[in-house]
């Protein structure tokens, strides 16, 4: 189990985030997505607006990617690409309705003056890739069986120069790695079980013997659906249990109302790509 009285220590972060000013439900390409569901655009913005100001008063630092109309899911930014070290691995998206996103976050990095390398196979990004610095001498889980394709793995290895452990999804409802796993700190992780297959059920738990485990009710709310500072760990304000676990482990839980953003299939994570330096 994970140690109750260890010290947590935050460390600052950087953030990219796009506002919903275009968010809508306009398609349907995970099972959170209902289109005669109505969403309310002014609070989507609202609800974005105090996830920003939160991680802002958390000390992070915040970039901004432009919003460009009728590219209604840009605000899940965490889908564009996955950076480790200074290099950023480019997203190829699955559906054609958000394949263009990809040459935003490209011109973001390229502007940056980033290390960009384009992607030959599909993958969305930091939604299926979780990098952990201290875990194993740098880990890259990497999922896959929905969005992302297994070749993606083996590219974004090469990439990236770290070591890709592929784990395969087989719950829709958990069609993203970023919506059943999370990075709690730089060694340790969050999950629900029941979004992997039995195989990579037992490759995590051999890997992360000490990893927090959420129920199926938090994991649906979206609560590994989060961010974490080492300390800080941002989540949905449905995940109350998982809050709970988290703070019995010695974390600080900061829980935040994305409801509208729910309806597109994604909450905080799905807001917010870490920039690794």
Known sequence: ???????RVSRKRTYLMCSPEHFAVEYAI????????????????KQWDRLRETLVGLGHEVHLLTAEAGLPDMVYAANGAFVVDGTAYGARF???????????????YEEQ???FIAPSETNEGEGDFAYLPEAHGGLILAGHGFRTEPAAHAEA???LGRPV??????????????????????ENIVYYPGA?????????????????????EDA?????????DGLNVVLNNEATRLAGKLKAAGYHPVPVELAELKKGGGSVKCCIAELRH
């Open 94 to 108: 699955k559906h054609e309705q958000r394949s263009a996103e990809a040459a935003a976050h490209r011109a973001f």
């Open 220 to 228: 649906l709310a979206f609560g590994l659906n989060l961010v974490s």
């Open 113 to 115: 003056g980033w290390r």
């Open 157 to 159: 290895q090469e990439a």
């Open 1 to 7: 189990m994970v140690t109750v009285n260890q010290q």
């Open 196 to 216: 992997f297959s039995a195989a990579s059920q037992k490759v995590l738990a051999q890997l992360f013997p000490d990893a927090i485990v959420a129920d199926d």
């Open 165 to 186: 452990v592929s784990l395969r999804l087989v719950d829709p409802r958990f069609y993203h790695l970023d919506v059943a796993l999370a990075s709690i700190d730089d």
């Open 30 to 45: 995970n099972p959170w997505m209902d289109v005669t569901t109505p969403v309310d655009a002014d609070l989507a913005v």
